[in-house]
């Protein structure tokens, strides 16, 4: 490679925003007016637009001082982006995009919602300028879209720097410190500001030593990271750890009614803000995994929320409590406690008990972000309380980023679900607070308060961002359903092979949903079966088969196969109860084998190996037959992605390859281990003959 080819290649790809997306938008006559409280965003918003039209031969007219367009102005452009005039849309995220007398008007709330709207022409690409355009009405279903980073400052002698990160190193920080040159930070708020995100927590929920001073002796450096995502539209928080009165300011407790502890954190926060003024507050880890939290001094979870909650009210800051409480030191002996029951037991007695800055932030399944799981019912069971359902776009259970998972139908699925108000009021609705069905409650009920939906992030500094290319699309889509839930999964997909190779040959789009459109559903047809998790390695940090990895083990997630059967009875009639922690109708279609759906069979119920499924065929044949059909799949789509070599990037396309490589290897791995198991422990042969080893 000679000198100029290493100068030229960027230090890291365009993701889903290369310059040429930018294409039909940069061609055209556009005017921006900005409005009196432009601020960072609003610059934002400004300069792509004078760096696209650049770029692309139009013309950019920037109205300033803030006036609004006359209809003349209007006329005389193609695009014409505007900042709040008396029709704008409520809120300031929120914007209309609507075709007037040949020109298209993006008309915004305030900044963010100039910056989302200017993103929305940029997807539509060409389609954004059609007469066919019709009105539009954008504002984002959920408040807050936040993506929070498990990166620790230091490099973690177990987790690394990233914990259950999969694309190398920290963004943010290198050498036990922040980063000197933020440059790939701003690269990185900016893809998060085109999709919608618009808070960031900086550190791990595990908080260890040197992360912990973030709050105190880091503050400059948080600042800075905060300046790097502003312009973006995305807000600062920071994990801290409940112990911090102690730890930081050598206080004897971090009782949360002791007047001293509440002192310290008032004066911490004071400081915080003083240092970040628009700063977003604090996520908490509490009692969970070893963190430690308010069980310490006999207080609840109520207090210990409400003890950061007080201290970050003067100064409009929030903070997100995870509910993902439970005993990691189990008997697996003991089969009446169940690990899923855990954060129900804990937090539904406290509903109505938390500051209304609280959000309880929920795993969106009741056991830890498996590849099927149900919905947690916690989630439909506060109705006193702001909720936040959090995903993991990080695929520490759904293949590493060394496989092929695209989760947007997973996070569809879990939005859309029906949980509470029998069956007509969704994931998405709680968290955002909106009622279901007009018919399941009172006309005039007032909306419950707002929180959002969480994930944790993929990225790393890997030149990729995610490791696997094909995981920057689980990053896109999760920003996307979290602003539209209702967005078709697959539909998504189009939208970000359109922006990540503009113009490119038809064969990459059908390339890559033929790798990415059922790749969730491959994964698990080659994983732990029919719902009932885990099977994952602990000795390779959860990569890889291990069937009995966690079996007898402390952690609460067991399959208890033996001779006869498989699976976790939850039922009320006979098992843990879990299933009477559902409203109707899941606690009864749940409970009931023959109506409880086949991909969460085990999850609800011990069943006979030679248990008949809706399918038809027997749980052990399933077994048998989806692993040996995953395989085959995984194996015909790594051919087909040889095939493409010609259309795209040749980077792109061996770093893919290699992952297929790696899948395939993986899947076999998978297939063999769990079809031997399976066989050694039930004795019934594979109706197939397929081998067994
Ligand atoms: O899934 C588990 C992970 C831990 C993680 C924990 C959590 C940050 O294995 O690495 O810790 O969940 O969500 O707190």
């Excluded at 699309?473 to 999760?478: E, G, K």
Aim: charged share 20%.
């Amino acid at each position: 490679m000679s000198a100029a080819d290493r100068t030229e290649r960027p230090a890291w790809h365009p993701a889903w925003l290369p310059e040429a997306a930018f294409g039909p938008l940069g061609a055209r006559r556009v005017l921006v007016a900005p409005g009196p409280d432009a601020g960072p965003v609003g610059r934002t918003v400004v300069d792509e637009l004078r760096a696209a039209t650049a770029q692309h031969g139009g013309t950019l007219t920037v109205l300033d001082p803030p006036a609004a367009p006359s209809p003349a102005d209007v006329r005389a452009h193609d695009l014409v982006l505007v900042v709040g005039p008396a029709d704008a849309p409520a809120g300031p995220e929120a914007f209309d995009h609507r075709r007037e007398d040949g020109t298209t008007v993006v008309v915004a709330g305030g900044p963010a919602g100039l910056l989302y709207g200017m993103h929305a022409v940029v997807r539509d690409g060409e389609r954004a300028f059609g007469a066919d355009h019709g009105p539009r009405h954008h504002r984002p279903v959920a408040p807050v879209r936040m993506l929070d980073h498990w990166d620790n400052v230091d490099v973690h002698p177990v987790m690394g720097q990233v914990e259950r990160g999969y694309a190398g190193g920290s963004l943010f920080y290198a050498d036990g410190r922040v980063r000197d040159d933020l440059t790939r930070v701003g690269a990185y708020a900016r893809l998060l500001g085109s999709i919608g995100v618009n808070a960031v927590a900086l550190n791990n929920v595990n908080v260890h030593a040197t992360e912990a001073r973030l709050l105190t002796d880091g503050l400059g450096d948080v600042a800075r990271l905060a300046a790097a995502f502003r312009p973006h539209g995305v807000r600062a928080y920071l994990s801290v750890s409940f112990a911090s009165p102690m730890t930081l300011g050598g206080l004897p407790t971090a009782d949360p009614l002791d007047a001293d502890v509440q002192r310290w954190w008032a004066q911490a926060a004071d400081r915080v803000w003083a240092a970040v003024p628009d700063f977003g507050g604090f996520l908490v880890k509490a009692d969970s995994e070893g963190q430690p939290g308010p069980f310490a001094y006999g207080r609840d979870h109520a207090d210990g929320a409400n003890l950061l909650a007080r201290a970050v009210a003067p100064h409009g800051g929030t903070v997100f409590w995870r509910a993902f409480v439970y005993d990691h030191h189990q008997d697996w002996r003991d089969r009446r406690t169940d690990r899923a029951r855990a954060a129900h037991d804990h937090f539904t007695p406290l509903d109505g008990r938390f500051d209304a800055n609280v959000v309880l932030q929920v795993k969106h399944g009741p056991l830890d972000f498996q590849t099927r799981e149900p919905v947690s019912p916690v989630l439909a069971s506060m109705p006193r309380t702001r909720v936040a359902v959090e995903l993991q776009v990080t695929q520490e259970y759904t293949g590493q980023q060394q496989h092929v998972c695209y989760l947007g139908p997973w996070w569809s699925e879990i939005l859309r679900f029906g949980l509470a108000e029998d069956g007509t009021r969704t994931v998405a609705q709680i968290v955002s607070g909106l009622p279901g069905s007009p018919a399941s409650g009172p006309p005039d009920a007032d909306p419950l308060p707002a929180a959002g939906v969480v994930a944790v992030s993929n990225v790393g500094d890997d030149v990729f961002w995610t490791g696997h290319p094909l995981a920057q699309a689980n990053l896109y889509a999760f920003g996307r359903l979290a602003w539209d839930p209702d967005a078709d999964p697959v539909a998504l997909l189009d939208e970000w092979v359109d922006l990540t190779f503009p113009g490119a040959d038809p064969r990459v789009r059908a390339t890559l949903h033929a790798l990415m459109d059922d790749s969730w559903r491959t994964y698990e047809a080659y994983t732990a079966p029919l719902g009932v998790g885990f099977m994952v390695d602990p000795l390779r940090g959860h990569y890889g088969p291990n069937v009995d990895g966690y079996e007898y083990s402390r952690w609460g997630t067991y399959h208890f196969a033996d001779r006869d059967g498989i699976g976790v009875d939850r039922t009320r009639a006979t098992g843990t109860g879990f299933t009477g922690q559902y409203p109707a109708p899941w606690r009864d279609l749940y409970e009931d084998v023959a109506t409880c759906p086949d991909e969460l069979l085990l999850f609800f119920h011990h069943v006979p190996w030679e248990h008949r499924l809706h399918s038809g065929t027997t749980v052990v044949q399933h077994v048998y037959d989806s692993r040996a059909d995953a395989v085959d799949v995984v194996e015909r789509l790594r051919q087909h992605w040889a095939d493409a070599a010609d259309v795209f990037p040749a980077d792109w396309h061996a770093r893919v390859g290699e992952r297929l490589d790696e899948q395939l290897r993986s899947a076999v791995e998978w297939r063999d281990q769990v079809r031997t198991y399976v066989y050694r422990k039930s004795g019934v042969p594979d109706a197939q003959g397929r081998p067994i080893y």
